[in-house]
RNA sequence: GGAUGUUUAGCUCAGUUGGGAGAGCAUCGCCUUUACACGGCGGGGGUCAGAGGUUCGAGCCCUCUAACAUCCACCA
């Protein structure tokens, strides 16, 4: 028997490693249809927070509903090496200890970053398990792996081949804490405070002087020009002279172009090509020389006199001391400005002009735009990423990092010739790139690459790929949707997969972006242990529309525990009346009573509803119709009707009535498991009759039965909600009994000792025409007296209120008949409906009067 | 500058193809009724941001406005 509380901690015990170890999460049923889906990898960098929580739940239930659906569900387990993430952990760590990457060597530091990545690997699988995951660990892959090697190096040789990928010289971002390129959306810009620096560039041949204003002077050492808007009528004649540089007293030419915004500064631009892609622009343009004046680790170089050496902020504030003692420093301005940082260590980015490793990304976002199909779920977002790739710019893709997949490039020793080659050159003549590769170059291979590709033979790959589903969040769509869509047209010739299911972001419940440095983080396994699992699963998914952020809310997961308490308790209740060992009869809807036919009429409509929107991924409103049947439908009403159906009927009833209470159970159970597995596979077990386990059962179907209302209990229902406000407004306890006479003999037979039970009735009194002065409420063909001492007044007062009502809904009924637009133009089954409305509405008044 | 989203009960949010506005929490009243006090029953509380429009009918469709949020681009 089951206890009296649901004990989430009980309930979990055991039962993934049950699962896992009878199998079930192994894909590979070829009887069955497969579905595909493989897990967006979580960097190896740390613990998994509720944004995992959220996006892996959704692809678990997804998982679940499809395997009982009948489907052979393949969800591919793995994880992501997370170049720069972890390997900024792992320089971390060691630098606590006082060594540095240089100290140990690529090797051993590779080594390290390893043991690194076992480590939180085993972490990850914990909490995998945790969250109840059913991943297939068979298949599981890791972005380095050598499977995915081979993938990356085929990719980037093709690349290469077909000019796609080439090296060259252009504005990166640099960052000067990890010492490595980023891409262009490895960058964060936010509003900083700065300073803009006015000073006097004087004039050659003159005794004047040009204003120049500037954010950074330390990039002064790289200026080869000024320019002006030719437009401008202040500078026009100075177009052509040249100003020196206050910084190192070079001549600068001072040039036009429209590009200059005439209002913003002085109107007098300095340009610095080697770290600002604008400015590099003008310089392809007008053949410009580009100086580049810092170092890797953004310290000023030789390019600098005095200043070489010292980092970019001091080489400023020096600089521009010096610029003031020379008189030449008019003004600095307090200004606020967007500056890029680096999305990992989070410093200033230093634009820079390097050479790295780009992709050409033109003609792969081209045939991304025409030929992806891919449907996103929401739509919307398929905008969000057509613009993105209608945009974009060449990937930056060489990190000077160690953890990673080395650039398979190598250079000739005398003469720099560049080979590309999938495998090792060992000719001692050349020597390989140091770089590895973005890590998003592989992660945008892992549909494919993860099944074997580029065997194009290999089992799985034919048989998962394209895989069925992605679920990912919006922030996630330019750094790795799109990379997979390009990446995958252009080598499997398909979309990586048919749905990209795109969920928001959580939030704190203020709705802060949860953060190391506000230290409004939750981790989920804290959750976990005070609410369940199953109670955060359903929070998760639960009350919110797709693609939209989430707050968490503490007591939204105590009330979802307080769901799963309720749906344990009613499961407790039906097992419990079932009486030893019972064992369920069929039985025929036609010779049921109308309470039992009710509910499943009910509970059918609630299928349909359940499995069309589990059908479109809105697990949000899935839940809340199952909700709304188990509470409304199922606890409230007929959980209570059949404690009567239990005590009158005969004994072959009474199995009826089990039997159906089972049956309803049962599609409770096996429609709540997605969402909560741990307690759908509690319950399941303890049904009468059961499969060895829940995740081998079959998912719920219809019944093929009426689907109208039963109006008797429909009526029933409502007398007594009436019957209960009668008291409560005449402040009757609620098992104060009354005296009822029913009026509609012929349609209420049958049901009184359903009433009786609820109402605490006295009596209870059926007849075809009634002339009791007790109080009346009308109901569909038939009418109910209530008679207890009522005072004149109520009488009157009740009357009054039904016939303020029905002449209220009259009027606006016949409002409707009476528009010749209505009539004519909606749908008759609308019309019909009013019509019936209005004359039961008028019927009623009649018999008031 | 471009784009997207949000605005519905005190709070947090749902709302299916347009057809009489919902949930959770909070609140008020009653109840130890034999599944559940992590409960039951009943109640109060909403000009669905604003203004136009389409429609027989708009929370939902169209246009505009406002506020907030997010993303992209620019910022010498």
Redesign the pocket.
């Known amino acids: 028997m089951l206890e009296?509380?649901?004990?989430p901690k009980k309930v979990e015990e055991g039962k993934y490693e049950n699962w896992k170890k009878e199998g079930y999460f192994t894909a590979g049923d070829k009887t069955k249809q497969p579905f595909s889906m493989v897990i967006p990898p979580p960097n190896v960098t740390g613990k998994l927070h509720l944004g995992h929580a959220w996006n892996t739940t959704i692809q678990d239930i997804t998982a679940r509903y499809k395997k009982l659906q009948g489907y052979d569900v393949m969800w591919l387990a793995g994880m992501d090496h997370a170049g720069i993430a972890t390997q900024a952990k792992v320089e971390e760590k060691l630098r606590s200890q006082g060594i540095s990457r240089y100290d140990l060597g690529r090797e051993k530091f590779l080594e390290k970053a390893w043991e690194w990545k076992k480590e939180y690997a085993d972490n990850i699988h914990k909490q995998w398990a945790k969250m109840g995951l059913m991943l297939d660990y068979s298949r599981e892959r890791f972005t380095l792996d050598e499977s995915l090697n081979k993938a990356v190096l085929h990719v980037f040789k093709t690349l290469y081949d077909k000019g796609l990928i080439y090296r060259g010289e252009r504005i990166i971002n640099f960052d000067p804490e990890l010492k490595t390129a980023l891409s262009?959306?490895e960058v964060?810009?936010s509003e900083d405070k700065g300073k803009?620096y006015y000073f006097k560039y004087p004039i050659v041949d003159s005794k004047d002087y040009l204003v120049?204003?500037?954010?950074?002077p330390e990039t002064m050492f790289g200026d080869v020009a000024v320019?002006v808007n030719p437009k401008d009528k202040r500078y026009k004649h100075l177009i052509g002279k040249k100003v020196i540089n206050p910084a190192n007293e070079e001549a600068l030419p001072i040039m036009g172009d429209e590009y200059?915004?005439i209002?913003?500064?002085t109107?007098?631009?300095?340009c610095t090509p080697a770290h600002?892609?604008?400015d590099f622009a003008s310089s392809e343009k007008y053949n410009l020389p580009r100086i580049i004046c810092m170092d890797l680790n953004a310290k000023m170089n030789e390019n600098c006199g005095r200043y070489k050496g010292m980092d970019r902020y001091e080489c400023r504030d020096e600089l521009v001391k010096q610029i003031e003692k020379d008189g030449r420093l008019i003004k600095i301005e307090d200004i606020v400005?967007?500056v890029g940082h680096s999305e990992r260590s989070h410093t200033v980015v230093e634009p820079m002009l390097m050479k790295q490793w780009f992709v050409k990304m033109r003609p792969l976002a081209e045939q991304a735009l025409n030929k992806s199909s891919v449907n996103f779920v929401p739509n919307?977002f398929s905008?969000?990423f057509r613009?993105?790739m209608e945009?974009v710019?060449d990937w930056c893709i060489s990190r000077q990092l160690w953890w990673g997949h080395r650039i398979p490039a190598y250079y000739n020793k005398q003469t720099g010739d560049i080979i590309v080659s999938e495998t090792p050159i060992n000719d001692p003549n050349y020597y390989q790139d140091e770089d590895v590769l973005d890590t998003w170059f592989s992660s945008a291979l892992w549909p494919f690459a993860t099944l074997g590709w580029p065997n194009t033979e290999s089992e799985d790959y034919k048989r998962y790929f394209p895989n069925s589903l992605l679920v990912t969040a919006y922030?996630i769509i330019?750094f790795w949707v799109s990379r997979m869509i390009f990446d995958s047209l252009e080598f499997t010739g398909e979309s990586p997969f048919k749905d990209c299911l795109i969920h928001g972001l959580i939030?704190d419940?203020q709705?802060r972006?949860m953060s190391k440095s506000l230290g409004n983080g939750i981790d989920p396994i804290d959750v976990i242990d005070k609410y369940g699992v199953d109670a955060l699963r359903y929070f998760l998914t639960t009350?919110?529309?797709?693609?939209?952020?989430?707050?968490y809310?503490e007591?939204?997961v105590?009330?979802s525990?307080?769901y799963l308490?309720?749906i344990w308790?009613?499961a407790?209740?039906v097992l419990?009346?079932l009486g030893g060992d019972f064992k369920p009869v069929a039985f025929k809807f036609d010779e049921l009573h109308e309470v039992e036919k009710d509910i499943l009429v009910k509970l059918n409509k609630t299928i349909k509803?359940v499995t069309?929107?589990m059908d479109k991924y809105?697990y949000?409103?899935a839940s809340?119709?199952l909700?709304n049947f188990v509470?409304d439908d199922f606890?409230?009403s007929y959980?209570?009707m059949s404690?009567v159906s239990l005590q009158k009927g005969d004994d072959e009833y009474k199995k009826v009535v089990k039997s159906v209470l089972v049956y309803i159970l049962k599609n409770i159970i096996i429609m709540i498991y997605p969402f909560a597995p741990f307690i759908g596979e509690e319950l399941y077990l303890a049904l009468p009759e059961h499969k060895k386990s829940i995740m081998i059962e079959e998912y719920v179907k219809p019944l093929d039965i009426p689907e109208n209302d039963i109006e008797q209990v429909e009526n029933l229902y409502k007398m007594?909600?009436d019957i209960?406000?009668y008291k409560?407004?005449n402040k009757l306890?609620?098992?104060y009994k009354l005296r009822f006479i029913v009026e509609g003999e012929s349609i209420f037979k049958g049901f009184e000792e359903y009433l009786a039970r609820f109402s605490f009735a006295k009596e209870i009194i059926l007849t075809s025409k009634s002339t009791s002065k007790g109080m009346r409420f009308a109901y569909k063909k038939m009418n109910l007296y209530i008679e207890d001492e009522i005072s004149k007044e109520e009488l009157e007062a009740k009357r009054a209120k039904d016939i303020a009502f029905l002449k209220?809904?009259i009027a606006?009924?016949e409002g409707?008949l009476n528009?010749p637009?209505?009539v004519s133009?909606?749908?008759k089954e609308?019309v019909e409906l009013e019509n019936n409305?209005l004359a039961e509405f008028k019927k009623k008044l009649a018999e008031l009067n």
Request: hydrophobic share 25%.
């Open positions: 009296k509380r649901y004990d262009n959306i964060e810009y803009f120049v204003a500037t954010t950074r320019f200059v915004d209002e913003f500064g109107g007098a631009m300095k600002d892609p604008n400005h967007t919307r905008n969000t613009q993105w945009n710019d922030d330019f939030r419940s709705g972006k009350g919110s529309a797709p693609g939209q952020d989430i707050r809310i007591e939204k105590q009330s525990a307080n308490n309720k308790n009613s407790r209740y419990e009346s509803s069309s929107f809105e949000s409103m809340s119709y909700y509470y606890c409230s959980l209570e404690k007594i909600q209960r406000n409560v407004s306890a609620p098992n209220a809904e606006r009924s409707m528009n637009n209505f133009k909606a749908p609308k409305k």
